[in-house]
């Protein structure tokens, strides 16, 4: 089974200042991992992606995100945060790994506030 | 490219009564599409997996009889709440893979209430 962990529902930071979401995984495939972004009443878009090549993975937007597996981890992060980055923010695991249908399995959810 | 709608954006229905949401892949053929369901100010929960041409695959708690999948071809799915009740009432959420790729296009959801 696959799951994930968002700590923080919430995470407020001043604008320019670094963004920091925290993710966790559990999977007992190599998995897929993916960072996606909600505004308000609208669909998911997705910041970026880590399937199993550079453990480094830069995405839209100025965001990006390391693969850690010792530590089972996949945070999220941006050097300097912007006012139009407040949104809420979703970590997802898929089983795409093992061949599977790859449907998501998604965190809580991160709340980023950002204060001028 | 890779766009994904849904129709509608929002619908308000009376309970006892049907509603219809289609999600469409605009721009390529979708082999699998999801569907998803949030409630405010939480997650997505995957409600089933639909692959065209076949039954869908509902996760564990969803009433399949309640909830009626269609994948009836490449670029469309519906997703029927039959008998809406309020508690019925949540943001539905649609994404569509690409029969050459594992990534999931969301479409833009379409927010339900039943009064």
């Known amino acids: 089974a696959q799951s994930v962990t968002q700590l923080g529902s919430h995470v407020s930071v001043s604008e320019g200042a670094l963004v920091l979401l925290r993710c966790n995984y559990s999977s007992s495939v190599p998995p897929y991992l993916f960072w996606y972004v909600q505004y308000p009443n609208q669909g998911l878009q997705l910041l970026l992606k880590?399937?199993?090549?550079?453990?480094l993975v830069k995405g839209i937007n100025g965001f990006e995100a390391e693969f850690k597996k010792s530590e089972t981890s996949f945070h999220l992060t941006k050097p300097s945060a912007h006012m139009s980055d407040a949104a809420e923010y979703f970590c997802?695991?898929?089983?795409?790994?093992?061949?599977?249908?790859?449907?998501?399995?998604f965190g809580q959810g991160t709340t980023l506030q950002v204060k001028p | 490219g890779a766009v994904v709608s849904q129709h509608p954006s929002w619908v308000i229905c009376k309970s006892g009564t049907s509603v219809k949401i289609e999600c469409r892949s605009l721009?390529?053929?979708?082999?699998?599409m999801f569907w998803y369901r949030q409630f405010p100010k939480q997650s997505l929960m995957l409600m089933a997996t639909?692959?065209?041409?076949?039954?869908?695959?509902?996760e564990q708690g969803v009433e399949k009889d309640k909830f009626l999948i269609n994948h009836a071809s490449l670029t469309l799915s519906t997703l029927t709440v039959t008998s809406a009740h309020p508690e019925d009432s949540s943001f539905y959420i649609c994404s569509a893979t690409p029969a050459s790729s594992y990534e999931q296009y969301f479409g833009p959801g379409t927010r339900l209430t039943v009064t």
């Open positions: 721009d390529f053929q979708a082999t699998t």
């Open positions: 639909s692959n065209e041409g076949s039954k869908a695959t509902y």
């Open positions: 997802a695991v898929s089983d795409l790994g093992s061949g599977n249908t790859g449907k998501l399995i």
């Open positions: 880590y399937t199993s090549a550079a453990t």
